[in-house]
């Protein structure tokens, strides 16, 4: 079974970045995508980012502009660059990955934007 550790989660202000990172237990260049998915409390997960393994990338509509996904093959690894972060953004930021065999999670890190 896959594994993905999520990572850079915290506290930021406002107009504030972070770095998120999530580690696959095997190689992503295996995965048919790989992503970010968010939930507030009392709301239904929503898309953050995603990218193929072909490169394709795909983000949600309040995202595009302010956050980039990225992967680091060498290193099993996907990042969510998040500028501008709005009070909004306040949510569980989870990994995802997709295979033919399934869909994987992560354990999610927290993002609370405030002041």
């Known amino acids: 079974q896959v594994q993905l550790v999520e990572s850079g989660g915290g506290l930021v202000q406002p107009g504030g970045s972070l770095r998120l990172s999530c580690v696959a237990s095997?190689?992503?260049?295996?995965?048919?995508?790989m992503g970010w998915y968010r939930q507030a409390p009392g709301k239904q997960r929503e898309l953050v980012a995603t990218?193929?393994?072909?490169?394709?990338?795909n983000y949600g509509d309040v995202m595009k502009g302010r956050f980039t996904i990225s992967r680091d093959n060498a290193k099993n690894t996907v990042y969510l660059q998040m500028n501008s972060l709005k009070p909004e953004g306040t949510a569980v930021y989870y990994c995802?990955?997709?295979?033919?065999?399934?869909?994987?999670w992560g354990q999610g890190t927290q993002v609370t934007v405030s002041s």
């Open positions: 990218v193929t393994s072909g490169g394709t990338t």
């Open positions: 995802y990955a997709r295979r033919v065999l399934g869909n994987y």
């Open positions: 095997e190689t992503i260049s295996s995965m048919y995508a």
